[in-house]
């Protein structure tokens, strides 16, 4: 396994699950941090059996989030290889992180750094899950910096992974947890 240093216990910050209460907030988040809307059905699934999602709190406001959905292993890299609901059940998973981000004026604090770690504990539990995954678009220098100082690879590009953003194309990033 992979270590992850465990995050200094950020002051003022804490994380919260999300519920169907706390969904709201993760939808006006992701509103301001992602160029790409999320349907409503998206929204609907972060509180479905198999996904992590949590809510950063800085004194009390609300300024990140992390979701992630856990999905057979080599999803992310061959997605067309998974039928859906007729495939036998997986024995292996990665864990697929969607989004991860904090409000600009809350950056460089480690607030993601908090919340990465509680996915990679979270993912970590669980035997069945061997990685965790993500797409970050190719000019994210930000994203791409704070993932590869944090242990995760690029594993190849994935040209016109976006459909509607401009650079298309994206990376994709593993974490090895075992
Ligand atoms: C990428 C992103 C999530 C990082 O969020 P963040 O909360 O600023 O991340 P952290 O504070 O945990 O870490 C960022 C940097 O600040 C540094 N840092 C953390 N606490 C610090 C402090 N008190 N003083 C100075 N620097 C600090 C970290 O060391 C880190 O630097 P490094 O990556 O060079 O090691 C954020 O830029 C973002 O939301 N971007 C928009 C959304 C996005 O693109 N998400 C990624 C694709 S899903």
New binding site residues.
């Given amino acids: 396994m992979i270590a992850m240093a465990a995050p200094q216990a950020v002051a003022g910050v804490e994380l919260a699950g999300v519920d169907v209460d706390s969904l709201g907030r993760v939808r006006n988040l992701n509103s301001v ?2 160029p790409v809307r999320y349907t409503a059905g998206f929204y609907k699934s972060l509180v479905l059996p198999g996904q992590f999602a949590r809510l950063a709190f800085y004194n009390g406001a609300c300024v ?1 989030t992390i979701t992630c959905r856990k999905q057979p292993l080599g999803f992310a890299d061959t997605p067309a290889a998974f039928v859906g609901r007729g495939d036998p059940p997986a024995a292996d998973y990665e864990l697929y ?1 969607m ?4 409000l600009a004026p ?9 919340l990465l770690a509680s996915a990679v504990e979270a993912a970590a539990a669980d035997p069945t899950v061997r990685r965790i995954v ?1 797409h ?1 678009q190719i000019d ?1 220098d ?2 791409l ?2 993932y590869h ?1 944090r242990g995760f690879i690029t594993v190849r590009m994935v040209e016109r992974y976006y459909k509607v953003l401009d650079p298309p194309h994206a990376y994709l990033l593993h974490y090895r947890l075992r």
């Fill in positions: 941090l992602f990140g992180m989004t991860l981000g904090v809350y950056r460089r604090l480690g607030i993601a750094q908090a993500l970050v994210n930000d994203a910096r704070f100082r």
